[in-house]
């Protein structure tokens, strides 16, 4: 089989990837390892989230805030496509601070996005306790502000997951779920790409986006791709009263009622296990916000591994020995999906990466390591 174009990878940045290849008429594979797949697609918390993001790299700001600005235009494309709505809504988002101390570090790290040259026009502020109290009337005494961006919202990730699957197999994509890639090798014009079980596809140009398998596809390639696993573990409790329209960095209420709590970062290898100890302190946080929540109690609990670069901004990147392979990673699958979609994918489909994606690159690494010896 000689396709356009073969992404390996079926997550969040593989499918926005692929479904973005497909709108421009690219005759595409993805080629997945299925359900049984390490996916922190399909164990995220759903923000489309700007307030936070790039600080100490402004491009990452400006690229973010692009992203969140192509939203609404990429969810009513795709609903329209793959038939179901996503749960999309994007109503402004707070970062809830519980002591003055840290509204003390909310204000100078908004004065720092602010005063980044190059960050766009960002919209970050800081409320008090009464204006957040007007946005989100179930605070508890503990809120002394937060901090709003007009450009945050939430979607449901495995509704947007699934849609871009759908809307990509709507759209002439070929999706091949089965073993893992094992080698990448070029061919003619193209490239041969081999699974585990010996079965071969091949295609002119192939992405790479294997979440943190693409360390391993890049190594054989003679390639680095430096990713490292993330955890992060999620609390959903029951299904409770509407008490909060708008989604919260640490907590968000669900279109169904349930409230999803998580903040957690650890180490943990490929472990995606929880613990007593994390789940602990992360329901504690979330009854110092929100008392209530004392009462409901938590049906499910989860781990699942961020995609992490050493300096957790993405990486975007070819190799001028390999022409016609990129390979995309990124911590930030589900707000950047919309341009990974409507900017990464179309250039890709023409055989390049955008201009403003330069800065992206992994070797950006290899200047901070010869600075630092
Ligand atoms: C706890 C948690 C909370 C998060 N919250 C948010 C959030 O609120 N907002 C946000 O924007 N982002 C969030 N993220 C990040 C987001 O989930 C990731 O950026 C995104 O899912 C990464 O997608 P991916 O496709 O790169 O990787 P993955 O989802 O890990 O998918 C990788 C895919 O590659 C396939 N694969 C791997 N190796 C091979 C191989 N050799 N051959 C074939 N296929 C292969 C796997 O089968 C898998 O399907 C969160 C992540 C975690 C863990």
Redesign the pocket.
Known sequence: MDFDTIV?????????TAYGLTQQGSDTAL????D??????????????VQSKGDGMPDYARWTRRSADLWPGFAARLAALSGFDIGFRQPGGLQLCLDEEKLAERQLFLERMHNQKGAGDYQGRLLDRAETKSLVPAIGPRVVGASFCPHDG?VN?LLL?RALHLASCNSGLTYLP?????SIRPRGEGYLVR?RDGTETSGHRVVL??????A??AEGLGQRFPVRP?????LVTQRTRRFLDLPIATLRQTEEGTVMI?D?KEDAGFDTGTNVHTSRAMAGRAVLAFPHLADVPVVRTW?????MSPDGFPIYQTWPDLPGVFA??????????AIHAEVLAPAIAEGFLPDETVVFRAERFNVQNSTAT
Do not use: K, Y
């Open positions: 390996i990878g079926g997550g969040l940045v593989g499918a926005a080629l997945d390892e299925g049984i797949a390490f996916r922190a697609s399909v164990g995220n918390f759903g923000l489309i989230w939430h990730p997951l089965g073993p893992p890639v094992v699974r986006a294997a979440g943190l398998g693409n391993d596809l993330q955890r992060g573990q999620i998580g957690s781990g699942a591994l961020r995609v995309l990673g990124c911590h930030s699958g589900v707000t950047l999906a």
